[in-house]
Structure formats: structure tokens, C-alpha cells
């Protein structure tokens, strides 16, 4: 069984630039999640989609991150514009019943803000 | 506001020698505790969910028990290549969502 799918795993870019990552899920799962994971934390929920719907983007800073996920699959998490305090790694997960706590994450898309 | 803490925030054992990392949580109407594995340069990997005080899960060398205010993960003559990251993670009812701790970085040295 294919695993959670991220792109670009690195990327390096200046402040007040822009960026966006990419994930492909595991076949099914129709619960997708993003979080941010600064160096030295547990990871933080940005977003949540069941389907095509967001459940949960409480914590999303929306002046400057937007997500989407079209067609119930594929999502893409925007950054723009890019702040040094972005500087974290990004994870994609995806579930299919999240009261099971069984996430499965991607390697996650570390992003560098000079 | 669901609040966890992890306790150490690094622990170095030599092989063989067991411990056990703490994970302390406040949460309104706990639906379940959850441990995670995270390698360097990886994403988190699942390990156990317990729901309940009392509950216990093992897993090789690895075993999560649950309290009513925390959860601990006891190693048992651990290897090095059990050295990783193990963060805990709790879901409530108020959240609907899942609050990670900040984690214990766990060395086994050979």
C-alpha cells in the first residue's frame, strides 16, 4: 500500500516570497490533514478536510496560508506571503477514522525562510 | 484548551537498560491517547491508542499504560534502534482534533 505522498521535501525561498506544497494521500482515506512542526515541538494543526470540506482550520493564519484539496484527493497548502517564523517542516497526513488516533503522515516538505 | 507534556525532553539509555517516558494531559472528555514514533527527517508513525484509565498496549519492547491524568511508555531492554522521537497525542470531544505533545528524544547506546 502506497504511503502518504509529499512534494518538494525541501525548499529554501526568501521572506515575502511565496511557496506551496503538495500531498497525495493513501487510496480512500477521506479525512486529510495539515500540520506545522517547528523544530524542537510536537506537530500543530493547521487544517483538516473530510473530503472536500474543511472540518478544522482554527489555527490556519489565513492573511497568508490557504489550502485546498480538490476532488475528495489531492491537496496543496499555499504560503504567501512567506514570514521567517514559517521556517518548519510540513507534515500531510491523512486517516480514516480519527478517533482511532491512527494518522498516517507523509515525510513532510521542510521549508527554509531566509 | 487541551494541554499535553511530555516528560523527559531527552533521555539517553545504554542497551538494555529500561525506562520509561511520562505524558502528562488536561483535556475536556478525553475520546483518546495515542503514541507516535518520529525518526529524524520522518514523518510521525503510529504506535498504540489507549481510550481508558487502565488500559495497557505492548508492542515488542514497548508498553503504554493510561491513568486518569497521564500515560506513560515503559521500554524494556531497549536497542539503539529504538532511538527516536516518541511523541504522545490526545483527542477530546471539545477539540475534535488531535493536540500533540512536544515529544522525548530517546538515545539507546550501544
Known amino acids: 500500500e502506497a504511503g502518504v505522498a509529499q512534494s518538494p521535501r525541501y525548499k529554501i525561498i526568501e521572506k515575502r516570497q511565496s511557496v506551496a506544497f503538495w500531498c497525495n494521500p493513501i487510496?480512500?482515506?477521506?479525512?486529510l490533514y495539515w500540520y506545522q512542526q517547528i523544530l524542537g515541538q510536537g506537530p500543530k494543526l493547521l487544517i483538516q478536510?473530510?473530503?472536500?470540506?474543511?472540518?478544522?482550520d482554527s489555527q490556519l493564519p489565513k492573511d497568508r496560508f490557504s489550502a485546498e484539496r480538490l476532488k475528495g484527493v489531492d491537496s496543496t497548502l499555499k504560503i504567501q506571503p512567506a514570514k521567517l517564523e514559517d521556517s518548519a517542516v510540513y507534515l500531510c497526513?491523512?486517516?480514516?477514522?480519527?478517533?482511532?488516533?491512527?494518522?498516517?503522515f507523509g515525510e513532510g516538505s521542510r521549508l527554509t525562510v531566509l | 484548551e487541551d494541554q499535553v507534556t511530555q516528560s523527559p525532553e531527552a533521555l539517553r539509555l545504554q542497551e538494555g537498560e529500561s525506562s520509561s517516558l511520562n505524558c502528562s494531559y488536561t483535556?475536556?472528555?478525553?475520546?483518546?491517547l495515542f503514541w507516535y514514533r518520529q525518526d529524524p527527517g520522518k514523518g510521525p508513525e503510529f504506535l498504540f491508542t489507549?481510550?481508558?484509565a487502565g488500559e495497557e498496549k505492548e508492542k515488542e519492547r514497548l508498553k503504554a499504560t493510561l491513568t486518569k491524568k497521564e500515560s506513560f511508555l515503559h521500554i524494556t531492554a531497549p536497542k539503539p534502534e529504538d532511538s527516536a522521537t516518541y511523541l504522545c497525542?490526545?483527542?477530546?470531544?471539545?477539540?475534535?482534533?488531535?493536540?500533540f505533545g512536544s515529544g522525548t528524544q530517546l538515545t539507546v547506546l550501544p
Open positions: 489507549l481510550y481508558s
Open positions: 487510496s480512500g482515506h477521506a479525512t
Open positions: 483535556v475536556s472528555g478525553l475520546r483518546g
Open positions: 497526513a491523512s486517516s480514516l477514522d480519527l478517533s482511532t488516533g491512527e494518522l498516517f
Open positions: 497525542a490526545v483527542y477530546s470531544g471539545s477539540a475534535r482534533q488531535l493536540t
Open positions: 478536510f473530510q473530503n472536500n470540506g474543511v472540518v478544522d
